[in-house]
């Protein structure tokens, strides 16, 4: 069983819909989960992290967490074709090394 | 914008070629890593680096090899290119610090071994 696992779509939405985007994980020990924009032939960027459940907000972006039911979510309110992308969830033990989600492929549709 | 740079961008070179992959950081970071991402893959660490003279291999066999001589260089090099390492190759790097430890990627080299 992979320890991160993150539905890989293709997932295709029209402007202005909300995105939800989720990943669950088996272990427990996991304390601090972050998510990746990766644009087409670029590295990934960090968009969002977070150490504890519940939501934290940055502009139209949500990301949320439940520890209980390792499970995570990236919502994005009121997309824009500039956030297609693929957006991959990692989450580490504390400063050790990232595990990866296969990463969703999202299209914002004009 | 991160400061961490990879040449090339993109290589296609015959099998049993000798390459090197660059990747430098202008960030100071003492943490470097090297992973392998194949099309609708996830990432996978393949190389690791705590500081100078310090390398790890990570959780993906691979047949290449790294160095840490310099904080802000990592170079990655295959002594022989078999198609099988066709893939795209991401350099990143971090501060070390506890906690939430960011890394930032490089745009990446997109391999092709023919």
């Known amino acids: 069983q992979k320890e991160v696992e993150q539905d890989p779509g293709p997932l295709s939405v029209p402007e202005g819909a909300i995105v939800s985007l989720n990943c669950t994980y088996s272990n427990s020990a996991f304390q601090y989960f972050m998510w990746y924009r990766q644009y087409s032939r670029k590295g990934p960027e960090l968009l969002m992290y977070t150490y504890s459940s519940g939501n934290k907000e940055d502009g139209r972006f949500t990301a949320q967490v439940d520890k209980s039911s390792k499970y995570i979510s990236l919502f994005i309110r009121d997309s824009q074709p500039s956030d297609s992308a693929t957006y991959l969830c990692?989450?580490?033990?504390?400063?050790?090394?990232?595990?990866f989600g296969q990463g969703t492929r999202l299209t914002i549709n004009p | 914008e991160a400061d961490i740079y990879q040449t090339p961008r993109y290589l296609v070179i015959g099998t049993g070629k000798k390459i090197t992959l660059e990747c430098s950081q202008t960030?100071?970071?003492?943490?470097m890593y090297w992973y392998q991402q194949d099309p609708g893959m996830e990432l996978h660490l393949i190389h690791y680096s705590y500081g100078v003279n310090s390398t790890e291999k990570g959780d993906l066999s691979s047949e290449s090899t790294v160095s840490r001589i310099r904080t802000e260089h990592f170079p990655l090099t295959l002594e022989s290119a078999r198609p099988s390492h066709t893939s795209q190759y991401l350099c990143a790097s971090s501060k070390g610090q506890e906690g939430t430890d960011t890394q930032y990627f490089g745009p990446g080299t997109r391999l092709t071994v023919l």
């Open positions: 960030m100071g970071h003492d943490k």
């Open positions: 990692a989450i580490s033990r504390g400063a050790q090394k990232l595990v």
